[in-house]
């Protein structure tokens, strides 16, 4: 057999290269429990969060400011 080989991919803000980051919700009290039932049961989809670097403060709908990097 083989070898298979490992590979680590990291996301990494592309301002600064930090690989930290919170992630925030932001929507209007009202709508809470709609948020409650919906998606993947967090009531949420990461692509709706605020993604925002630990290291820099930069933030994003979705994340779409990070990309993935590192190898082995």
Excluded: P, T
Aim: charged letters at 30%; glycine letters at 16%; hydrophobic letters at 35%.
């Amino acid at each position: 057999m083989g070898k298979k080989e490992l590979v680590i991919k990291d996301l990494v803000c592309s301002k600064c290269g930090g690989k930290h980051f919170s992630l925030q919700m932001r929507y209007n009290k009202g709508d809470e429990m709609k948020l409650l039932m919906c998606h993947d049961g967090f009531g949420f989809l990461w692509e709706d969060a605020v993604w925002k670097c630990v290291k820099c403060g930069k933030e994003s709908l979705g994340g779409e400011h990070l990309g993935w990097g590192g190898s082995k």
